[in-house]
């Protein structure tokens, strides 16, 4: 049973365009949330997080939403810039849990010059 | 910067063989995880350590074993590595408590 859900496998975008990649998750003790980025040959690096208090949290160019009534985040990138191609996992965990994180399948961004 | 070092980036090795692939963090970490990556298949969790001599199983942890005799070590243990165990294997850190884990290089192992 798969609880976090990325449901489109890949995704191409103009450079200078907005990237949005989305997340579904089906367990309600999940609390908070995460996405991570994966350059091939790369482990992953954490990118931005977000706590359940909280339906937004921007760092720089990255946005995250969440919505918990429809247990879905979102991750928007503006402007998408080609060094943004990557893979992109979202993540999620549940208080208590060891810091054990609940990995979706991953999205493939690519970014068009 | 906290550093999450594996010690191959590619290793081959023969079905049958036992394989070793070792973790080591710098920043004090309880926590260590090991995780397989696989085409279409995301993050896996094998098995995860929330303190020394401590371990817990993953999701797909037949076939694994794992070992932290010291808070900054994590082995992977493959006894008699298979075929299907081909695959990215990656190791990961955080502190108690807190959700960012912080991911070394990964090792890419083929079994032939």
């Known amino acids: 049973d798969q609880q976090v859900k990325q449901n489109s496998p890949s995704l191409s975008v103009?450079?200078?365009?907005?990237?949005?990649?989305?997340?579904?998750?089906?367990?309600?003790?999940?609390?908070?949330?995460?996405?991570?980025?994966?350059?091939?040959?790369?482990?992953?690096?954490?990118?931005?997080?977000?706590?359940?208090?909280?339906?937004?949290?921007?760092?720089?160019?990255?946005?995250?939403?969440?919505?918990?009534?429809a247990k879905h985040l979102s991750l928007h990138i503006v402007p998408s810039q080609p060094g943004d191609s990557a893979v992109y996992f979202c993540a999620a965990s549940a208080t208590g849990a060891n810091s054990k994180l609940t990995f979706g399948k991953g999205i493939t961004l690519s970014v068009r010059p | 910067?906290?550093?999450?070092?594996?010690?191959?980036?590619?290793?081959?090795?023969?079905?049958?063989?036992?394989?070793?692939?070792?973790?080591?963090?710098?920043?004090?970490?309880?926590?260590?995880?090991?995780?397989?990556?696989?085409?279409?298949?995301?993050?896996?969790?094998?098995?995860?350590?929330?303190?020394?001599?401590?371990?817990?199983?993953?999701?797909?942890?037949?076939?694994?074993?794992?070992?932290?005799?010291?808070k900054e070590r994590f082995s992977l243990i493959l006894e008699s590595a298979s075929t299907n165990q081909t695959s990215m294997y990656l190791c990961a850190s955080s502190f108690n408590n807190k959700n960012i884990q912080y991911f070394g290089a990964g090792t890419r192992l083929s079994v032939l």
């Open chain 1, 14 to 69: 103009q450079e200078g365009r907005i990237s949005i990649l989305n997340c579904d998750y089906t367990n309600s003790m999940f609390d908070y949330f995460l996405w991570y980025k994966k350059y091939p040959a790369e482990g992953p690096t954490f990118l931005i997080s977000i706590s359940s208090i909280k339906d937004k949290n921007e760092d720089g160019r990255f946005t995250v939403f969440l919505n918990k009534s």
């Open chain 2, 1 to 70: 910067d906290v550093k999450v070092t594996q010690s191959s980036r590619y290793l081959v090795k023969r079905t049958g063989e036992k394989v070793f692939l070792e973790c080591v963090q710098d920043m004090d970490h309880e926590n260590m995880f090991w995780y397989r990556q696989d085409p279409g298949l995301g993050l896996r969790l094998i098995y995860f350590s929330y303190d020394v001599k401590m371990k817990e199983k993953g999701d797909i942890p037949e076939g694994y074993s794992v070992s932290r005799e010291k």
